[in-house]
C-alpha cells in the first residue's frame, strides 16, 4: 500500500578556457552523445531525425545502460535493470513500448499480502505507523537545515512514546515506500526532499518479453559505437580507453551519476562550479534483484507483491511475483540501500542460500529451493556504480536543475535521470531528458 510523502575556480585562466570554446566550436565532427541508456538514446534519435549527424559512444558491448535484459533463461527473458512502466497515463515509454509492439502487463499494489516473521499473513493498520512517519517529516520542515529521513524519524516524539510493534511498521514503511522507491537509504535520503518526485498516472506494467525490445527500436538507424568507453571529455573531442580520439562539434553526456562521481571520466577544462557541487551533493542509490525460477508454484498465485517483516528490516522484505501475469514460476525479491550493498559482498551460492532461508521461514520449511536464479550487483557495475539517483541530505530539484544542460559555452551538454528535476530516477525521466537536451541543442 503506497505511502505519499509529499513534499574552477578556472585554473587555466578565462583567456584560456574561451579559446578553447571556440574551437570546440569549430571543430569538425558529430554531435557525440556519451552513453546509449535511455537518456542518450532519447537525444540520439531526436537530433537524427531533425538531421544532425550524431554519433553514440557505449563503452559496454550492448545498448541499454541500466536498462539489461537477461535471455539467460530462453523462455523467460529477466529484466534485471528497470522492468516497468511505472504509470502508463501520458508515460512516454507506454508510447515507445507500443512504437516497438512491445507486450504489457499490469500490476498492482492492491494485489499484495503483508507476512510477520512468521509467516502468517497479516492485515495490521498502517495509520498509526504512517502518522509517525509523516509528523516526522513534516516536523523535519521546520528545521533551518535538511536531515535525514531516519534522523528526523528518530528525533521525534511520536517515535520515541511509539511500541515496537509501531517502530517495526514505521520501519517497514520506510524501506518499503521510500527506500526501494528512490534507491537510497533512510540515513541518506533527504527528509525535505527525498519524496518528491512527480509520477504518471494510471498502472505499472512489467515486459514479460523484454524491457529490451524498447531500447532496441530506439537503437535502429543510429550510429553506435560499442565497447567505447570514454575517459576524457575536453571542447571538442573524446578520448577513449584505447586511446583513440573523436572529434566532436558539440557532446551530450549522460554518463549515470554513480560513474560522474567516480572520477572514472575526467573533464580536461572545469566544470561550472554549481555542476560540479551538484555532481556531489545528490546521492547514487542502490535496488538489486534476486531473480529465483522455481519449478512449481508455491506461494499465492493470485498476488504481484509480497512484503515479510522478517527478522531484520529490509531484508528479503519485499517480493513481486510473476505467476498471476505471465503464469510463469518465478519470484524477485529486492533489496536497497545499505541492505543491497551489504549482500553485494556475497556470492550468487550464498545470496540464493539466504532468500531460499527467508522464503521458508514466509512459507514453511517444505518451500522448494529454486532450479535457477538471477542475481544483480549495480554497485559493481563500473559503468553504473549505482541503480539510480536520489535526493540525498542537502539536495533536491535545484540540484538536478544545476546539473543537467549545457557547460563550456554550449560545447558540452548533461542529459539523463539524475538532470530530470521532476521524474528522477526513472526510465521515463531518462528518456524525457534526453529529448530536453536534444531540443536545447538543436535550437542553440
Known amino acids: 500500500m503506497p505511502l505519499v510523502v509529499k513534499r574552477r575556480a578556472v585554473v587555466m585562466g578565462l583567456g584560456a578556457m574561451g579559446l578553447g570554446l571556440r574551437a570546440a566550436r569549430a571543430a569538425e565532427g558529430p554531435v557525440v552523445v556519451i552513453g546509449a541508456g535511455l537518456a542518450g538514446l532519447s537525444a540520439a534519435r531526436a537530433l537524427a531525425e531533425a538531421g544532425q549527424a550524431v554519433m553514440v559512444l557505449e563503452a559496454r558491448d550492448r545498448p541499454g545502460g541500466r536498462i539489461h535484459t537477461s535471455r539467460l533463461w530462453p523462455d523467460l527473458p529477466m529484466d534485471l535493470g528497470a522492468s516497468w512502466i511505472h504509470g502508463r497515463k501520458g508515460n512516454p515509454v507506454e508510447a515507445l513500448a507500443r512504437e516497438a509492439g512491445a507486450r504489457l502487463v499490469e500490476t498492482s499494489y492492491d494485489r499484495a499480502i503483508l507476512l510477520d516473521a512468521a509467516g502468517e499473513e497479516i492485515d495490521p493498520d498502517l495509520r498509526g505507523a504512517e502518522r509517525i512517519l509523516r509528523r516526522a517529516l513534516a516536523a523535519a520542515e521546520d528545521r533551518e537545515s535538511d536531515v535525514s529521513v531516519m534522523a528526523a524519524v528518530e528525533a521525534s516524539e511520536w517515535w520515541r512514546k511509539a511500541s515496537a510493534g509501531e517502530r517495526r511498521l514505521v520501519q517497514y514503511l520506510i524501506n518499503s515506500t521510500l527506500e526501494q522507491e528512490y534507491g537510497g537509504p533512510a540515513r541518506r535520503l533527504s527528509a525535505w526532499w527525498g519524496a518528491e518526485g512527480e509520477?504518471?498516472?494510471?498502472?505499472?506494467?512489467?515486459?514479460?518479453?523484454?524491457?529490451?525490445?524498447?531500447?532496441?527500436?530506439?537503437?535502429?538507424?543510429?550510429?553506435?559505437?560499442?565497447?567505447?568507453?570514454?575517459?576524457?571529455?575536453?571542447?571538442?573531442?573524446?578520448?577513449?580507453?584505447?586511446?583513440?580520439?573523436?572529434?566532436?562539434?558539440?557532446?551530450?553526456?549522460?554518463?549515470?551519476?554513480?560513474?560522474?562521481?567516480?572520477?572514472?571520466?575526467?573533464?580536461?577544462?572545469?566544470?561550472?562550479?554549481?555542476?560540479?557541487?551538484?555532481?556531489?551533493?545528490?546521492?547514487?542509490?542502490?535496488?538489486?534483484?534476486?531473480?529465483?525460477?522455481?519449478?512449481?508454484?508455491?506461494?499465492?498465485?493470485?498476488?504481484?507483491?509480497?512484503?515479510?517483516?522478517?527478522?531484520?528490516?529490509?531484508?528479503?522484505?519485499?517480493?513481486?511475483?510473476?505467476?498471476?501475469?505471465?503464469?510463469?514460476?518465478?519470484?524477485?525479491?529486492?533489496?536497497?540501500?545499505?541492505q543491497a550493498a551489504a549482500l553485494e559482498g556475497l556470492d550468487d551460492r550464498a545470496t540464493v542460500a539466504a532468500a531460499t532461508e527467508a522464503l521458508r521461514a514466509m512459507f514453511g520449511s517444505g518451500f522448494p529451493a529454486p532450479v535457477a536464479a538471477q542475481v544483480t550487483r549495480w554497485g559493481r557495475d563500473p559503468f553504473a556504480l549505482g541503480s539510480y539517483s536520489f535526493h540525498a541530505v542537502g539536495s533536491g530539484p535545484e540540484s538536478r536543475r544545476a546539473l543537467a544542460g549545457a557547460d563550456w559555452d554550449g560545447a558540452l551538454w548533461f542529459a539523463g535521470e539524475a538532470a530530470e528535476p521532476d521524474y528522477y530516477g526513472t526510465a521515463h525521466g531518462a528518456v524525457l531528458s534526453g529529448r530536453a537536451v536534444a531540443r536545447a541543442v538543436l535550437a542553440g
Open 199 to 338: 509520477e504518471f498516472g494510471g498502472a505499472d506494467a512489467l515486459f514479460p518479453d523484454g524491457f529490451d525490445q524498447v531500447v532496441q527500436h530506439m537503437a535502429q538507424g543510429l550510429d553506435l559505437r560499442f565497447g567505447a568507453e570514454v575517459v576524457e571529455i575536453a571542447p571538442g573531442r573524446v578520448t577513449l580507453a584505447d586511446g583513440s580520439v573523436i572529434a566532436a562539434e558539440r557532446i551530450v553526456c549522460t554518463l549515470p551519476l554513480g560513474v560522474l562521481q567516480s572520477g572514472r571520466v575526467r573533464f580536461a577544462v572545469p566544470l561550472e562550479p554549481a555542476r560540479q557541487a551538484a555532481m556531489g551533493v545528490l546521492g547514487m542509490g542502490l535496488l538489486n534483484k534476486c531473480w529465483l525460477r522455481f519449478d512449481r508454484v508455491q506461494w499465492p498465485e493470485d498476488v504481484d507483491w509480497i512484503g515479510w517483516l522478517g527478522p531484520e528490516p529490509g531484508v528479503w522484505a519485499e517480493w513481486v511475483s510473476l505467476t498471476r501475469g505471465t503464469g510463469a514460476p518465478v519470484l524477485l525479491g529486492f533489496h536497497a540501500g545499505d
